[in-house]
């Protein structure tokens, strides 16, 4: 048509002034606290082990912190955990999202509303409930440590529900499986093998965008893992920033990288992604 | 002249939307803009619209320069291939709203709603939203909308493309019966030929940004001044020749030769093409005047009362589409059944070859079905 | 697909109704995760709130949610929402026309959404800390004022520690949420519309009065309504910045887990679903004027 090659019409080479200072106010708002804690942990005094001088700014902060086995360990326990969620969340939700669609379309608006339900209970509400359950006997499961992070994944795999169960079926729905999944049986392929060869495959940039997005929000959650006493990064942080004063701020800027870093990866993986299926897609 | 264009260009970026369009429209006269997507008809509507500024040229209305006058301050009323009916009002509030826009009194604005109302003969809709009609119900409130501020233009892009077949039928013949009613000047694309032909006073073909013809429907139709237009409107069957005489206004096709009704401006010994109208061409030796090619039936198509049958030239790698009337007392050709076709003289038009035409329809994919 | 159902073993495409039951097993192991972890625990917090201590029916907890400590947690706890989600609200809005409609060159535009996508996840105690770097006591921006322009942030009233203070926090997640959601509704008003509206002699603002405003009017009230759910249920970050001086709902309710505070179990529960309710009621609200403007738009 004419009208798409159609340019914006009177549109100003740039912009109205008024875009330009909401735009630069809600810029400032946004940077100025990243400044400002960047700033912070840059205030820590770095001791000069030969003269005795003090050298401030200096990277002293990110030292200590990075030096504080407990810090380390609080970061790669929530790691790990984030890691293990990330796994059951997809092991759980793939499978279902796949047999909701191909099988019983009819349990599509109850697996919906369960999946959606975090979005309705806080996890200050969420984690109440669970300590009443499976603290006292008989299902004391937090009375150990293993039992703990146990329940802790079950809390964030609940918590990644409606991020990972949507891009799952999007993902499902852009692709078709009644076809695929018949195709890979008339090769003779079961169940687990059509799950694991051609659907997981098929949704990995779905797959990939939801477990980065629950790998940020794991790395820094605080409310259920602090409540169940769990020493993961969220917790540690908090302590921290009781009692230090500048340590608590490279590890802000540390949480705030790995968060940047996640979401960069799904950024990433997005584009990748519509590069590597669009000339396919394409009549 | 009450609508009048001249030299009208319009680039963007690279590439020239309109090369240079000129056109003198009448009060009241229904102009349609035929062509294919991309030929620069809804680009020239927008300009008249003012959605676009020309680049150059000028478009003057009764007379008055209105190239670089706001949209907003023209009174021509546009309707939109996609309705673009404002989906938080009603259907009155949306043929109120350039009223309301003009600070009409609200006495007066329902008055003039319920005129509208009747007019597209949805009386009983002025509360309904847009959500809750169909697309041929949204498409008549929004041609009651664009009406509704009295336009000195009214502006149709499309309108019924987006529609079934059948609604797009009784669409067209309502809008024609209310343009006529009205008086109004109209602008009209479409790239529906069949369309172009049943509505309007007078065509202009257009393809690649420039004017290929402007005329009657019957002069488009009947004597198109180049391939293109021979190509895009109706379902002319084209082949290849060579001009022989031009004087006389013989040119050669399959080793025979054909005779025109009069002169061929192409020198002799060029190559032309040919373009034979299907319901000229009859079966059989035909007149002693008359033109003949041989060729074998390739395909019959029962269409109703008519019969299209397509034969295949010998000679030549030309298909020729002609029609019959359905005769029930007597068996159409088979497939395969050798044929002798002949068409007087008048039924053959020369048309000057033109190289860069560029990619056409087939008139195969145009023809009416 | 011969091969795969000639084969006994092989599940059949379309299931056969007398199956149907069969297939809801496939659904198993989520139900039961979820019920572990979800449903259960909640089950428990409900049935919890309408006991007593001693497991007998009642409906004092409820009544004790009247207690003047819980109502003005409660209604902390709605002011802060209300304020974040407000300003939130107007603000991401106008950052989203001003990225969407203001002719702002394209890479600032996708930076912002970029950004807005990490930015609406960024809550919790690294917000909180960042906040305390930048208008604490000790702050950068605290600092600058006092050193630079002799203007004493604690003079002026001003505290991070207040209301005011953790809902000014809160927008750093709430305007990035209403922009992501926002942008794609502005970009969606069709250009025909604006088109046939100055067709009409409407001029720019009145398109926007008349037009682009009322029809983004859901999108804008729902997502407000979505951020005061989201600040609502915040906990960590109000936590880390206030330490509880100023009661919020989640913030009670922390504490009750910590040691029961309330003196009171079940008060603890009925308080749970207080904010259940109010956030059910947030979320129901938002679809309800979501699927609104989605007909409006569906033509």
Redesign the interface.
Known sequence: ???A???P?R??????P???L??LL??S??V??????I??SLRAAYKDPVTGEFIRPSLAAYELVLKDPKFVGGLLTSFRIALITIAVSLL??V??AY??R???P??RPV?EL?T??????????????????YAPPPLAFLNSTFGTEA?LV??Y??LS?PYMYRAVDTGLSTIDL?TL???A????A??PRVLWSVIFPNLRGALLSGAF?TL??VM????IA??MGTKTF?PY??LL??NKAYE??A??II??AI??AA??A??IIGRANRGRTQPAGAP | MFLSLSGIRKQFGDHVAVHSFDLDAAEGEFVSFLGPSGCGKTTTLRMIAGFELPDAGSIRIAGEEIGRVPANRRNVGMVFQSYALFPNMSVADNIAFGLKMRKVPAAERKARVAELLELIHLPQSGGKYPYELSGGMQQRVALARALAIRPRVLLLDEPLSALDAKIRLSLRQEIRAIQRQLGITTVYVTHDQEEALSLSDRIVVMSQGRIEQTGTPSEIYNAPATEFVARFVGTLNLLPATVTDAASGRVRIAGRELRAASAVEAPSGSSATVALRPEAIVIGDGGSEANRLDGSVSDVTFLGSIVRIRVRVEGVDAVVALDTFNNPHEAPPRIGDHLRLAFPPEALLVLPHAPDAGPVAGDESLAPA | MTAGSATSEAPGIRPAPRRVPLAWLGLLPFLLFSAGFLLLPIAFLVIGSFQTSTGEPTLENYSGLGDPYIVAAFWNSVTVSLISAVGGGIGGFLLAAAVVRGGLPRPLRTGLLTFSGVASNFAGVPLALAFVFTIGNNGLITLILKDVFGVSLKATGFTIYSQLGIALVYLYFQLPLMLLIVAPAIEGLRREWREAAENMGATGRQYWRHIAFPILLPTLLGTTILLFGNAFGAQATAFQLTGGTIPLVPVVIGAQIRGDVLRNQGLGYAMAMGMVLVMGVMILVYVWLRRRSERWLRS
């Open positions: 048509m004419t009208a090659v159609t340019a019409r549109r100003r080479r740039w912009g109205s008024w875009a330009w909401i735009f809600g810029v708002y946004f100025i606290p990243l400044i400002a804690t700033e912070f759980l939700l499978p279902t047999w909701v191909l099988k019983v009819r349990a697996v369960i959606l339900m975090p979005f309705v209970i806080p996890p200050v509400v969420l984690v109440f409930g669970l300590i009443r359950i329940v079950g809390a795999v609940v529900f009644r999944t018949e195709a049986q008339s090769l003779g079961g169940w997005l940020a929000i820094g959650e605080y409310t602090s409540f969220g942080l908090s920033g009781q608590p701020a590890g802000s949480s705030f968060t940047w979401m960069f799904i950024v």
